[in-house]
């Protein structure tokens, strides 16, 4: 559930409770943990899990947007992803080392449920795309094929 207020501050989002497969492989980072036991709000928990290796303005500015689409609750509504079809194509994951939001344990365990034959993995936080763009460029780059030409 996702209680939006008329100020940022006043977002909340309240997930299910913490599984134990998840506690046990150690695939909750500590910042997650907090936010989920209630013991954070909404802009700090996403500061630290979300802009962990952004500048402040930059992270001011990510922070100020959130909410402003269908995530958390499309993610939590919806039980049923179906992922075989995956294993018709070659995919790569790319692991975000220094993530706050999904430990590196738990990728490894989407990489292998998303069938991927690949794992590269970057010294980057969770919005790799916003603080690292041009490495993932090149990482994906390589991986279409560019540079195997």
């Known amino acids: 559930m996702l209680r939006m207020g008329s100020t940022p501050s006043a977002r ?3 997930p299910p409770p913490l599984d134990r497969l998840s506690v046990r492989l150690g695939c909750v980072p500590a910042g997650v943990k907090a936010f989920l036991e209630d013991s954070m709000s ?3 928990a996403s500061r630290l899990m979300f802009c962990n290796d952004m500048a402040p303005a930059q992270a001011d500015a990510f922070v100020a947007k959130l909410g402003q689409d269908h995530w958390p609750p499309d993610a939590l509504t919806v039980s049923d992803w179906r992922y ?7 995919g790569t994951y790319v692991l975000c080392l ?7 344990a738990w990728q490894e365990l989407s990489a292998k449920r998303f069938h991927a034959s690949r794992l590269i993995r ?10 690292r763009p041009h ?6 780059r ?3 094929g560019f540079y195997n030409s």
């Open 135 to 140: 490495a993932l460029a090149e990482i994906l």
């Open 98 to 104: 220094a993530d706050q939001a999904v430990s590196p």
């Open 142 to 144: 390589q991986e279409a």
């Open 122 to 131: 970057i010294d980057a936080g969770h919005q790799v795309m916003h603080t």
């Open 42 to 44: 909404f802009e700090a």
């Open 12 to 14: 909340r989002f309240h």
């Open 84 to 90: 075989d079809h995956l294993t018709e194509c070659t």
